[in-house]
């Protein structure tokens, strides 16, 4: 049988994300101009959509967003699950403060529900227990050398059923070579070791720079 062509060929990702995906504001598109003026990372628009699917279908009544970024993934998850209460950490309150803006911008600022929360993340999870750990969505997208200790905080205080986000799992393709002087290689690589020891099953959604979904068993 003749090879498959990969279909991670030059231009084709911008395409998709420009053309193909379905945006249901036009606000995502300014969003997506501000973060790329500002340097500002954001998930792509496909890793959005899917966001914005997998809480459609899973309408959790609480999401743990670690890392808010300028919001552009809140609000693409609060589209797809507007019932949803998110809370959403970042120790950067000026760039957060922008999700407030946005969501005002689309029109669904009184519709939608997020507290935002300006603290290291590592701190408020070992701080705020009582507060997250009902969450039954945690999508996780801020410093790839935490990954592991996220995981392994999460995991052990999660309640069986709820589900993980975690971006940026094939790490730009350093997943293929890790570079052993990039302690951000090798957290990345250390997650998905203990992921693979630790989760019964998982997904990896191929979109942007890797979405990763997975569950704790229910007892």
């Known amino acids: 049988m ?7 060929i030059p231009e084709l990702e911008s395409f998709i994300d420009s053309t193909l995906v379905y945006k249901p504001n036009s606000v995502f598109s300014e969003m997506e101009i501000y973060a790329k003026e500002k340097n500002i990372p954001i998930v792509t628009a496909a890793t959005g959509a899917v966001l914005s699917h997998l809480l ?7 999401v ?5 970024g300028l919001g552009y993934s809140t609000l693409w998850m609060a589209a797809g699950s507007p019932g949803t209460q998110f809370v959403t950490v970042d120790r950067h309150e000026a760039q957060a403060a922008l999700l407030d803006e946005y969501a005002k911008k689309m029109g669904i ?5 997020v507290k935002r929360v300006t603290a290291s993340v590592m701190e408020y999870l070992e701080e705020q227990t009582e507060e997250w750990k009902n969450s039954d969505l945690f999508f996780v997208d801020c410093d790839k050398i935490t990954y592991l200790d996220i995981f392994r905080i999460l995991w052990r205080s999660a309640n069986p059923g709820a589900s993980f986000l975690f971006d940026n799992m094939l ?3 350093r997943v293929l070579h890790p570079d052993p002087k990039k302690p951000s290689d090798l957290a990345v690589m250390a997650l998905w070791d203990e992921v693979k020891s630790q989760v019964s099953h998982y997904t ?3 979109v942007g720079d890797g979405l990763l979904f997975f569950q704790k068993d229910k007892k």
């Open 2 to 8: 003749k090879p498959r062509p990969s279909i991670y």
């Open 56 to 62: 459609s279908l899973l309408k959790p009544n609480q």
């Open 64 to 68: 743990l967003e670690l890392g808010t």
């Open 109 to 113: 600022w009184e519709q939608i529900h």
């Open 171 to 173: 790490w730009h393709g």
């Open 204 to 206: 990896l959604y191929p």
